[in-house]
C-alpha cells in the first residue's frame, strides 16, 4: 500500500491541496485529522483539490476529503483517475462540484487569481506581466527522445518567462532533469489569448524550490519571426 500524503501549496492567489498515495481504509481516517487541520485553519477563499496524484481512494476517503472542505469556496476538483472518481461520484454529488480535466480548463476558470503581485519597485532589463497562460514544452534526452511537460506560465517579458506547476510530479523531474548549467534547449509553445500560440526556443537560468513548490526561470534562445513583437503588444 502507498501512504496516503497530503500537501499545500499556492500559486498566486488560489491553494493547491495535492493528494497522493492511497487514501483508503485506516490511512483515510488517520489523515481525516490532518485534512481537516489544513483545510479549516486560515481557509482558503480559491481552493483546487489536485487528485492526479491519488492511486486509490475509498469511501472513507472521500468523506476525509469532502466532509472537512470550506462551506463556502471558489474552485473545484482536478480530475483522477477513472477509478478515483467512479468513488467520489459514488460518495459525493459530483454535480454539486466544479470538475477540471487539465491546465487549460484551470488556468480559463481562475484567471488573474493565479497571479501573484511583485514589488512595483522591481528593475528589469525588460517589462514584465505577470499572467497566468498554459505552455507545453519538451527537451531531448541523451536517448534522442522527447520529454514533454505542461506549466504555466506566471511572468512573461520579452527576454523569457517564469513557470510554475499544477503537477508537483513532473515539477519534480523537470527540476532534475533540466539543470541551469547545462546547455539544454527547451521547445515552448505559449498559448496566447485569442492569437495562435506563440513558439520559442528557451534555457533554464534559474530553478526556485519554495517548499513545495517548484519554478523554473527561463531565457529566450531562440523565438519565432515577430515572437518578441507579440509579446511586446501582449504586455501593453
Known amino acids: 500500500m502507498k501512504v496516503p500524503q497530503v500537501i499545500r ?15 483508503t481504509g485506516e490511512w483515510a481516517m488517520k489523515e481525516r485529522e490532518e485534512i481537516a487541520a489544513m ?13 492526479k496524484g491519488l492511486d486509490d481512494i475509498d469511501t472513507l476517503g472521500v468523506k476525509a476529503i469532502v ?3 470550506p462551506h463556502r469556496f471558489r474552485g473545484g476538483f ?3 483517475s477513472h477509478s478515483v472518481m467512479r468513488m467520489f461520484d459514488r460518495a459525493a454529488k459530483l454535480e454539486d462540484i466544479k470538475l477540471f ?28 506581466l505577470k499572467t497566468a497562460l498554459p505552455v507545453e514544452f519538451y527537451y531531448e534526452n541523451q536517448f534522442g527522445t522527447k520529454v514533454y511537460f505542461r506549466a504555466i506560465v506566471t511572468d512573461l517579458s520579452e527576454g523569457g518567462l517564469f513557470i510554475e506547476y499544477l503537477d508537483l ?10 539543470n541551469p548549467y547545462d ?6 509553445k505559449i498559448k496566447m489569448p485569442d492569437d495562435p500560440p506563440l513558439e520559442a526556443w528557451g534555457k533554464v537560468i534559474r530553478i526556485v524550490n519554495d517548499k513545495d513548490q517548484i519554478g523554473m ?9 515577430n515572437g518578441r513583437k507579440r509579446i511586446a503588444e501582449f504586455l501593453e
Do not use: W
Open 9 to 23: 501549496r499556492r500559486i498566486g492567489d488560489v491553494c493547491i491541496f495535492d493528494f497522493r498515495g492511497e487514501l
Open 39 to 51: 483545510m479549516k485553519s486560515n481557509p482558503p477563499a480559491k481552493m483546487l483539490i489536485n487528485l
Open 67 to 69: 466532509e472537512n472542505m
Open 78 to 80: 482536478m480530475q483522477g
Open 101 to 128: 480535466r487539465n491546465e487549460e480548463e484551470v488556468i480559463g476558470y481562475f484567471g488573474k487569481d493565479l497571479v501573484e503581485c511583485k514589488d512595483k519597485t522591481e528593475r528589469r532589463r525588460f517589462a514584465r
Open 169 to 178: 510530479e513532473e515539477a519534480s523531474a523537470g527540476a532534475h532533469d533540466l
Open 183 to 188: 546547455f539544454r534547449l527547451l521547445k515552448f
Open 217 to 225: 526561470g527561463i531565457e529566450f534562445y531562440e523565438i519565432e519571426d
